[in-house]
């Protein structure tokens, strides 16, 4: 990959609790929930896919900060964790905004978010088709909790647009 060349990778948190009376914000992971972000942090740490994530960007509810630490207990390694309210309950422009803002000395950036905003942004990037066709198929067909896009682009994250990036690959890791 060029020097120039980043790495994106957008995770839907894993399945939560549905809990009558608790506010969203607060719900926690169900026991899948945690099963599945402990199984896609050990997709994540396997040493054939060199991922090394510089950063992480996180909403603040406790579903997506449970599983970042499901990721963490399956092996991923991270250099960076911001926990970021405007990734809780934002759509894809607003969480494009928050990306742009992330320094160029960042190759590599986990997003843990929500549906829509996740889905909608991992599709608006890739939408010019480019990456694995499978991939796209997945992606096109549905977006569930634990699904992950690992998206490429070049340039610097300021400049990142809808269709200028590229899908490498979409997967929904389950325990």
């Known amino acids: 990959m ?5 790495s ?3 995770l839907r948190h894993s399945k939560a ?21 402990l199984v896609a942090g050990q997709w ?3 040493p054939s896919r060199a991922l090394a994530l510089d950063l992480v960007v996180c909403s603040t509810s406790e579903r997506t900060r449970q599983t970042l630490l499901g990721l963490i207990a399956g092996g991923v390694s991270v250099s960076d964790v911001r926990f970021d309210e405007r990734v809780y309950d934002a ?13 160029d000395s960042v190759n590599t950036v986990l997003m ?11 599709t608006a990037l890739a939408l010019d088709g480019a990456g694995s066709t499978e991939a796209i198929e997945r992606l096109t067909k549905g977006f569930p909790t634990s699904g992950l896009a690992i998206l490429g682009f070049e340039g ?15 997967v929904v890791p389950r325990g």
């Open 112 to 122: 843990i978010g929500h549906a829509p905003g996740i889905p909608m942004l991992a």
């Open 91 to 103: 759509g894809a422009t607003s969480l494009l905004k928050v990306l742009r803002e992330v320094p």
């Open 44 to 46: 994540l740490s396997d």
């Open 8 to 10: 994106l990778l957008l």
């Open 2 to 6: 060029p020097a120039t060349g980043r």
């Open 17 to 37: 609790q549905q809990v009558q009376g608790l506010p969203d914000r607060d719900r926690e992971l169900a026991p899948r929930g945690r099963d599945d972000a």
């Open 156 to 170: 610097g994250w300021a400049a990142l647009a809808p269709e200028k990036a590229f899908l490498r690959e979409f």
